[in-house]
């Protein structure tokens, strides 16, 4: 498809991607593809948040968009407890719990 990236290759565990290289801790396969396409673009938003505070030297905007960074990798399972360390019951708060916060916050 024009537009789209194929997934990065991931570890045989499936816990982590690996891009350029490196690993990083992979999405939680388990939150609903509706639920992480929101979360993403929670993630995103805050990401240019950051930027936008970086480029106005403003650090308590950067404080505060680097927080809702955090919040949003978290809830996708890529900070955290790794989610594989997790019950169902356990992950699904997580996403359940850090989606709703990020809702509020806008």
Known sequence: MEGHRAPPPKTPDGHFVV??????RATDPL???DVAARLRRHLMA???AVRSATTADDAQAER???ARVNRAKIALGERGTPWWEQSETERRRRWEEGLAGLDEEG
Do not use: L
């Open 46 to 48: 805050a990401r240019r």
């Open 31 to 33: 939150i609903p593809e």
């Open 19 to 24: 891009i350029k290289g490196r690993k990083w």
């Open 64 to 66: 505060a968009a680097r």
